[in-house]
């Protein structure tokens, strides 16, 4: 039972940080949800009649259609950067024990590098005139440059690279929890490489992987610097349109019900999370009970 | 006893190749910022031009002290609050899980919805906007990262040296600045300078609420600007400034912290 210190009650710690959480967060959230109730002002700003028409107004093709084609660019993304991120983290965990915690911190040392000079150095690459056009021509290619930016592919691009560290962090951590008996076990019973991999260490991690891929989902669907930067704004996205309604169309109640969108789309995505994680520790109690 | 799906060879290819994804890109914009031309196209030698360049531009340096004011507000502020929430939600007898969400949300809501809601809700106060709104909204999730790392260390922490102390007839006070402060004086350490970090880095949610002036723009805010009009070779040597400058921070909240790695 942790003692507590002296008279400085828990709640009374707790009690600043909780505080300017509530001031500065949960009021301007609840704030700015509680728009996408009302009309839009006629000179931008909110009306307070009650409307759903917000609401309305997202699930319309024309915006439902942006919606879906960023959850389909934040869903490949989510998939490529698992692809990487998973043979990554499985070789890092196999290094030897000393060496893991540097592999580990390298590969997460870039994203704590600014977010807008890393997709920046993609803008650099990708270009016309840009260094994989360069070498292709120094190599003997003399055709047109290729258009690599303002592409669908050069957006996915920059998501997986801004976002691949967290990934790869996500997917280590439970990899490095694994009981190595479980392998030995698997194969002393007959199964191959493959298939322990299959069947015993891809399931077991599965929380990990489920981890990396709600953040990078989470975080590529509300983006829109990346948007923006690579895909020259050609490739409207749910956080490029948020943006737009709070700061060109000025149309507040229908940004804020977009918003509330995005909310919604990632506490339903934390919560399967939660439940995979839920449902992966009931397993591993459950052969600790056999 | 060998891994089930890679040998050693596989595994050291497979970490050849991420980490030349990773780091290629950024090692581009390093080498670039000492090329004389600072432009892709080609070499011409080797420069510190752009560097200088810095120097003299007045908006990089009036940003740069912009950051610099609004992460050391930030970190202080979000130490205080976040190592005292920390102490708060460690100590209780029973966890609140509305405590532990109200704690976690800064870090996984989304940026744009943030941002947006501080936007609205300060114009709703009539509030003015500068840098010390960009302050207020920091300390978010600044405080959010100092608290979970400064819980981590909690969660290792012997509570009966407390006990000990105050059985010795030491008093709360005594106790905490003398046996619980600096046990956790890493890790707060390591907090700050995380939000340090974060603060320095952070983008949208400035830009939202820095207001219409341009007396308050950040780096971050200067580097998007100039990377949306066109390539600069300067962004090239300030994006090595700054990337030299996080990860000088970053190594050195990690030393701080690393003892916390054992479990």
Redesign the interface.
Same mark, same amino acid.
């Given at each position: 039972?942790?003692?507590?210190?002296?008279?400085?009650r828990?709640?009374?710690? +707790? +009690?600043?940080? %909780?505080a #300017?959480? %509530?001031a500065?967060? %949960? %009021?301007?959230?609840v704030?700015?949800?509680s *728009?996408a109730f009302f009309e839009r002002g006629v000179w931008g700003g909110v009306e307070y009649t009650f409307t759903l028409e917000n609401f309305a107004r997202v699930v319309d093709p024309l915006y439902a259609k942006i919606f879906l084609n960023s959850a389909r660019i934040a869903l490949t993304a989510t998939v490529v950067a698992i692809l990487?991120a998973y043979?990554?983290a499985? +070789?890092?965990s196999?290094?030897p024990r000393m060496t893991q915690?540097i592999?580990l911190?390298?590969?997460v040392?870039?994203f704590?590098?600014? *977010?807008?000079? !890393?997709? *920046? +150095? #993609?803008?650099?690459?990708l270009?016309r005139?840009?260094?994989i056009n360069?070498l292709l021509r120094s190599l003997g290619y003399t055709g047109e440059p290729l258009s690599m930016l303002y592409t669908e592919a050069a957006v996915i691009t920059g998501l997986v690279?801004n976002y691949?560290?967290f990934v @790869?962090l996500a997917i280590y951590s439970t990899l490095s929890r694994l009981n190595?008996e479980l392998?030995?076990a698997s !194969?002393d019973l007959g199964a191959g490489?493959?298939r322990?991999?299959l069947r015993v260490?891809l399931p077991l991690t599965m929380p990990g992987v489920a981890a990396g891929g709600v953040f990078v989902f989470?975080?590529s @669907?509300?983006?829109?610097?990346t948007p923006?930067?690579l895909g020259g704004g050609r490739f409207q996205m749910v956080?490029n349109l948020? *943006?737009d309604q709070?700061l060109t169309a000025n149309d507040?109640p229908f940004?804020?019900a977009l918003?509330a969108a995005? @909310?919604a789309t990632?506490i339903v995505l934390?919560l399967v999370q939660a439940r995979a994680t839920a449902h992966a520790s009931g397993e591993r109690r459950g052969e600790a009970a056999q | 006893m060998n891994a089930t799906f890679s040998g050693k060879l596989p595994g050291r290819i497979v970490l050849l190749l991420v980490f030349g994804f990773l780091y290629l890109p950024i090692a581009v914009l390093v080498l670039l910022s000492f090329n004389d031309s600072g432009l892709p196209t080609s070499w011409s030698g080797f420069s510190t031009r752009w560097y200088g360049a810095l120097l003299s531009n007045t908006d990089i340096l009036r940003a740069a002290w912009n950051t610099l004011v609004v992460a050391v507000f930030a970190t202080v502020v979000s130490t205080v609050l976040g190592t005292l929430l920390a102490l708060g939600m460690e100590t209780r007898r029973r966890k609140s899980s509305g405590l532990e969400a109200l704690a976690f949300a800064p870090m996984v809501i989304p940026d744009i919805v943030l941002a947006v809601a501080l936007l609205t809700f300060f114009s709703r106060l009539g509030l003015t906007m500068g840098l010390h709104t960009i302050v207020i909204s920091h300390v978010i999730f600044d405080l959010a990262f100092v608290c979970s790392v400064v819980r981590a260390r909690l969660k290792h922490f012997d509570f009966s040296i407390v006990e000990a102390s105050r059985d010795l007839g030491a008093s709360g006070w005594t106790t905490f600045w003398r046996v619980t402060f600096p046990v956790l004086l890493p890790s707060i350490v390591a907090g700050a300078l995380l939000a340090f970090t974060l603060s320095v880095d952070e983008f949208i949610i400035a830009f939202f609420t820095a207001g219409a002036g341009r007396s308050s723009i950040t780096l971050p805010m200067q580097i998007y600007s100039m990377i949306r009009f066109g390539i600069t070779p300067e962004v090239n040597a300030l994006a090595t400034i700054v990337m030299a400058v996080s990860a000088t921070v970053l190594l050195i909240s990690q030393w701080l912290n690393r003892e916390q790695q054992v479990p």
């Open positions: 039972m942790p003692l507590s210190f002296n008279a400085a828990p709640n009374l710690l +707790a +009690a600043p940080g %909780v #300017w959480l %509530v500065f967060m %949960v %009021v301007p959230c704030l700015v949800l *728009y990487i043979p990554a499985y +070789a890092i196999r290094a915690p592999l911190f390298f590969a040392l870039p704590w590098s600014n *977010y807008l000079i !890393r997709t *920046y +150095a #993609w803008i650099v690459l270009n005139e840009g260094l360069n690279y691949l560290p @790869i190595p392998m030995e !194969r490489p493959v322990t991999f260490t989470v975080l @669907i509300g983006n829109f610097v923006a930067l956080g948020v *943006y709070f507040w940004g804020a918003g995005l @909310i990632m934390l | -």
